[in-house]
């Protein structure tokens, strides 16, 4: 028999304020029939991806990141990410979302400052994680009495595993913010739901239209419309599955003039209509 005991003194990984709790976990594989979930943001918690398959390019705040296998991404509370492309890069990942979050000096429900890169390469941890979370998947699929308490504390040793990781990274982004892009990008995030086309939006900001659109391209990856159509269509889907207002009046709070044009746009985006969206889509606690 051999005995392995502790050595060093240590102190619980959660405490006062800052007490974790697993909101829902999902199994992503958009191999599957699943309608993507276009631009949108978490306000009360933090969702955590590991990647298991597939390559693609994310667009989360104002950056955009190339991940691979064995990453992992931080979204969180409050930040605009788009995930749509998941569909047509056949990615395969598992997903936790966190709430309860208050680390010493980051805002509530944050893993790490809003400037950090939000992907992590974690090849070296991949296999130890991964079984973190299917061990999570196991705990919720068998509807046992106990299990949602064991899952809990799984996601707790998930957590205590990845902070050191997280707080020893200093870098800056890899790619910085264009303070000319952040500007345009925050007047569409405020004013997404007005009547708004190019002309509109170069008055308001001062600029030509072209080098407007330009500068916001080259940081977001959407032309500045194109933007602005996938955060009211992300900014729908919310408002679908979250309340109970009609398909024509989430329309018309997400900017389009007409339901007709609102459904046919986001038909487009989506693949199904609004109405059917609210009707398949995912119990609204996973949003």
């Not at 005995?3 to 959660?14: K, L, V």
């Not at 304020?17 to 933090?46: C, K, W």
């Not at 509530?108 to 941890?125: G, I, R, S, W």
């Not at 072209?210 to 955060?231: A, E, T």
């Amino acid at each position: 028999m051999i005995h392995y005991y502790i050595r060093n003194a240590y102190t619980p990984a959660f405490s006062g304020e800052n007490q974790p709790r697993l909101r829902y976990f999902s199994e992503i594989d958009t191999t599957a029939d699943r309608s993507p979930r276009v631009m949108h943001a978490h306000e009360g918690f933090v969702e955590l991806i590991l990647l298991r398959s597939g390559r693609c390019e994310y667009l989360i705040g104002s950056g955009r990141y190339k991940v691979a296998p064995g990453d992992l991404i931080i979204y969180n509370s409050g930040v605009l990410h788009d995930e749509s492309i998941w569909a047509e890069c056949g990615v395969s990942a598992y997903c936790l979302a966190i709430d309860g979050l208050a680390l010493p000096g980051l805002r509530k429900n944050a893993l790490l400052p809003d400037d950090v890169p939000p992907v992590f390469h974690c090849e070296p941890l991949f296999s130890e994680l991964e079984s973190l979370y299917e061990f999570i998947h196991r705990a919720l699929c068998t509807g046992s009495r106990g299990m949602e308490t064991y899952a809990q504390l799984l996601t707790e040793a998930f957590l205590s595993r990845i902070l050191p990781l997280l707080t020893h990274t200093t870098e800056p982004a890899a790619e910085p913010e264009s303070v000319l892009g952040a500007r345009i990008k925050s007047y569409l995030d405020q004013h997404y739901a007005e009547p708004l086309g190019m002309p509109e939006l170069a008055n308001a900001l001062h600029m030509s239209a072209p080098y407007l659109s330009h500068v916001f391209k080259s940081m977001c990856g959407y032309s500045p419309m194109k933007y602005l159509q996938r955060r009211r269509i992300g900014e729908a889907q919310t408002l679908l599955i979250t309340t109970d207002l009609s398909v024509s009046e989430i329309g018309e709070r997400v900017g389009f003039e007409t339901t007709s044009y609102f459904s046919a746009q986001f038909t487009k985006h989506v693949g199904i209509s609004p109405k059917n969206y609210r009707k398949n889509a995912l119990p609204a606690s996973e949003y």
